[in-house]
């Protein structure tokens, strides 16, 4: 509960540095095995799910296998604010079954964002992150 005469954190309503507004604060990729048809099914259900629950989220397509440096089959969600990011962390919690979720910020350093700024929703799947050091700013 909050106290009225409490000042509210500035970060309810702009990402903190270095994450960047104008590039998605927030990247949720949702990850399937496309060989096991539970989770597959799972998948696209979740998918159709977040696009009704959720219409102003940037939402892709469903990948049915490996691209980038993600290891296998996957949707990607984009949040722009911190309330959105809020929102849709705790309801894949609760609604994400048998998928594990990566999450990560949006930096100028797509190479971190990844490999040391991101968390997971459920368990951690190694990335191939060789795609993406050409992308690091240091």
Do not use: C
């Not at 099914?41 to 490996?66: C, G, K, M, N």
């Not at 440096?69 to 048998?98: D, I």
């Not at 190479?111 to 191939?128: M, Q, T, V």
Request: net charge neutral; proline share 12%; aromatic share 10%.
């Amino acid at each position: 509960m909050s106290q009225p005469d409490k000042p509210r954190s500035s970060a309810y309503e702009t990402f903190p540095a270095p994450i960047l507004s104008s590039r998605n604060g927030f990247d949720f990729h949702v990850y399937f095995m496309p060989t096991n048809p539970v989770h597959v099914q799972h998948a696209l259900q979740l998918h159709q799910r977040i696009s009704t629950e959720f219409p102003e989220l940037p939402l892709y397509r469903v990948w049915d296998r490996p691209i980038g440096p993600h290891p296998t089959a996957m949707f990607e969600v984009q949040t722009k604010t911190p309330h959105q990011t809020g929102a849709l962390f705790g309801w894949l919690v609760v609604n994400r079954g048998p998928l594990d979720v990566l999450v990560h910020p949006n930096t100028d350093d797509t190479y971190r964002d990844h490999a040391e700024l991101a968390s997971w929703i459920g368990k951690p799947w190694p990335l191939n992150l060789e795609i993406l050091k050409a992308h690091r700013t240091k």
